[in-house]
C-alpha cells in the first residue's frame, strides 16, 4: 500500500525558511524519481521541484529558483524541501508525489504553508 506523509509545513513570516519532508513508504523508493507540488488556493497544481532516484539530478520551478531545494535520502525513504526566502506568494498546500511508474497515481493529504506577517 503506497502512502506519502508529509510534514513540516507551518505559518511563517515573509523571509523565513521551511522544511517540508515526505515519508514514502509501499513501493521501490530509492528507485523511482520524486517531485514535490504545491497548490495554492484557488489555483491548480504547480509542480515545484523534481530528484532523480539516486539524487544526483534535481530541478526546480523558475519561481523557486535559488530559493528551494529538495533532496533525499533513501535509507529514510524520504524526500525534503528546503524553502529559503519564503513570500506571502508560496503560501499553499504542499504535496510530494512519485513521479512515475504505477505509484504515481497516489497523492498524500499534503502540508499547509503559509507565509505571513
Known amino acids: 500500500q503506497v502512502q506519502l506523509v508529509e510534514s513540516g509545513g507551518g505559518l511563517v513570516q515573509p523571509g523565513g525558511s521551511l522544511r517540508l519532508s515526505c515519508a514514502a513508504s509501499g513501493f521501490p523508493f530509492s528507485s523511482v524519481a520524486m517531485n514535490w507540488y504545491r497548490q495554492a488556493p484557488g489555483k491548480e497544481r504547480e509542480l515545484v521541484a523534481g530528484i532523480t532516484p539516486s539524487g544526483g539530478s534535481t530541478n526546480v520551478a523558475d519561481s523557486v529558483k535559488g530559493r528551494f531545494t529538495i533532496s533525499r535520502d533513501n535509507a529514510k525513504k524520504t524526500v525534503y524541501l528546503q524553502m529559503n526566502s519564503l513570500k506571502p506568494e508560496d503560501t499553499a498546500v504542499y504535496y510530494c508525489?512519485?513521479?512515475?511508474?504505477?505509484?504515481?497515481?497516489?497523492w498524500g493529504q499534503g502540508t499547509q504553508v503559509t507565509v505571513s506577517s
Open positions: 508525489k512519485a513521479a512515475g511508474g504505477p505509484w504515481r497515481l497516489y
